[in-house]
């Protein structure tokens, strides 16, 4: 139960309850593979690329081309956020805080899919029929910091990764970058000019779309020492799988002498499908 709700009181502040700046719900979870789940794991199968065969006879025997498959496993995390609000501090209030309480849990359920997709970008994915093998981000799909921010060089690094994987360039791509990283490339040469970028960053404060990249700006990416990890990556290259889809209740609890009880659950869960579609870009912040 919070002890803070005593801050609103009329006595002390406005008529109203205002949420203080925080991540309005999830940032990710549009730009990657959606999907629902039954059990605890759910199991996501896979064909590689094969090679055409050349004939080089006439009437003879086909020859058959051995398909890979693959799968990976996404295992469910259960989330939930709860919190009460006392009958005599909604008499205090000039207005019943209960929506602006729903409305907080709501957004943390949001950034808790956020940092289900942010783990799954660079952690270990799970493979093989039981999914029980270990699949880790390999070094070909990492950009070291350098000792330097998110720079053009970075950037076309990323880019050469992706197309020389054979990455569909249709689909589409999106870097996660720190406020830090996009100050970054604001001051940038390349970025500042309408040559470069029709977007004109400087105008909207912001970049939108650079080099086929999407770029979302997140606070929420890991940061070790002055190292921050930022992510490219393909829509369909990372899945989300959602059990329950975040969904709340709001009800009178009679052994908590009726006080009105604010609950948010969820479970939902994230995975790397292919690691050529990710590239993790190392940051010196």
């Not at 029980?132 to 990323?158: D, F, Y």
Request: charged residues 20%.
């Amino acid at each position: 139960m919070s002890s803070q709700i005593t801050t609103a009181f009329v006595n002390q502040y406005r008529d109203n309850v205002a949420l203080l700046s925080q991540q309005k719900g999830s940032k990710l979870r549009g730009t990657v593979r959606n999907e629902t789940q039954q059990g605890e794991f759910e199991f996501f199968d896979q064909i590689g690329a094969s090679s055409a065969q050349r004939v080089t006879n006439r009437h003879g025997d086909t020859t058959y081309a051995n398909t890979p498959h693959s799968r990976r496993r996404v295992g469910l995390v259960d989330y939930d956020w709860a919190d009460l609000i006392d009958k005599p501090d909604k008499v205090r209030t000039l207005n019943d805080p209960t929506n602006a309480y729903a409305l907080s849990a709501a957004y943390a359920m949001g950034r808790a899919q956020d940092d289900e997709i942010i783990a799954a970008l660079g952690g270990t994915a799970y493979t093989g029929q039981a999914g029980g093998t270990s699949v880790a981000l390999p070094s070909s799909q990492k950009i070291s910091h350098s000792s330097a921010s998110l720079n053009i060089t970075k950037l076309l690094s990323t880019k050469e990764i992706l197309d020389g994987a054979d990455v569909d360039p249709d689909l589409p791509r999106y870097i996660a970058l720190g406020v830090k990283q996009m100050t970054s490339l604001l001051q940038t040469t390349e970025i500042k000019s309408a040559d470069y970028n029709t977007v004109k960053a400087l105008v909207k404060g912001e970049i939108d779309t650079f080099m086929g990249f999407k770029f979302i700006t997140i606070n929420r990416l890991p940061l070790s020492s002055t190292t921050r990890l930022c992510y490219a990556w393909v829509q369909d290259g990372v899945l989300l799988s959602t059990g329950i889809e975040p969904v709340g209740r709001i009800d009178e609890l009679p052994g908590k002498r009726y006080s009105t009880q604010v609950y948010y659950c969820g479970s939902f869960g994230a995975t790397r499908m292919e690691e050529a579609k990710v590239v993790e870009i190392a940051c010196t912040e």
